[in-house]
């Protein structure tokens, strides 16, 4: 079973895509009272391009949007302990460097998307291929999830930017110059309910902030949580 080091703390941001994540991430890292009591160290779990690099052996299927494509001889599975383990071992490296610190300061490792988004974005190509949303193969990946909790750094707190699609596209227009398909949309929505299945399981860990408030006030929503968070986790690691 994996053992967490203490004085250490694993942040995950979560949401579908233009929520405001990495925003939000950017800014957390900035922040002067968090960097008065936290040595933070900041990754990006998953990005397009290392979900294109670990679909390289089906890149003549279709790859209009990777994270929804359907690859009909690839079961969603594969891909989410794939990922899983490439961010679980990301993160085992930062956690080494971080315990090399001696500051006495919290140990703060935050993902920008970490293994939520493995399991959200499988439910979404399982989905997108015509499994029912109840139905054993969704069900399948969350077992197999949960499965894997006593044995990969599992977030102490994720947060999920809760960002309308609309609102969300309506940034991606002004970032990539494109709008969503029906696709996008459809996958998008999927995502979206699984991370609240996600959060029906886990309630304590995974907390959901209104993605449409301007990203001051998202900021002091995510500073309060995560004080409170870290705080209970300080007082325990210095009490032991």
């Known amino acids: 079973m994996a053992q967490r080091d ?8 979560e949401g579908i895509g233009a929520a405001g994540k990495s925003l939000q991430v950017d800014l957390l890292r900035k922040d002067p009272d968090l960097q008065k009591r936290m040595s933070i160290k900041v990754a990006k779990g998953v990005s397009r391009q290392s979900m294109q690099e670990s679909l390289w052996s089906f890149r003549n299927r279709e790859t209009e949007r990777l994270w929804v494509t359907v690859l009909p001889k690839v079961h969603p599975g594969t891909d989410m302990l794939m990922f899983i383990a490439a961010m679980n071992e990301n993160c085992l490296t930062m956690k080494d460097e971080l315990a090399s610190e001696q500051d006495g300061k919290l140990k703060v490792i935050i993902f920008d998307r970490y293994i939520d988004t493995a399991l959200t974005h499988a439910v979404a190509r399982a989905t997108l291929a015509g499994e029912h949303e109840d139905g ?3 069900k399948s990946l969350f077992s197999t999830f949960f499965a894997l909790k006593g044995y990969i750094e599992w977030p102490d707190l994720t947060i999920v930017i809760d960002t309308p699609i609309e609102v969300a596209e309506g940034r991606a227009m002004k970032r990539e110059n494109h709008g969503y398909s029906e696709t996008d949309r459809k996958g998008f929505s999927i995502i979206s309910g699984a991370y609240r299945k996600l959060a029906s399981y886990e309630p304590g860990r995974v907390h959901f902030i209104d993605g449409r408030n301007s990203p001051e006030e998202i900021l002091s929503e995510i500073k309060k949580l995560i004080t409170e968070k870290t705080g209970a986790q300080w007082k325990k690691d210095t009490t032991a």
Do not use: T
Request: proline share 9%; hydrophobic share 55%.
């Open 136 to 138: 054993p193969a969704i």
């Open 6 to 13: 203490k004085q250490s703390f694993l942040i995950s941001f």
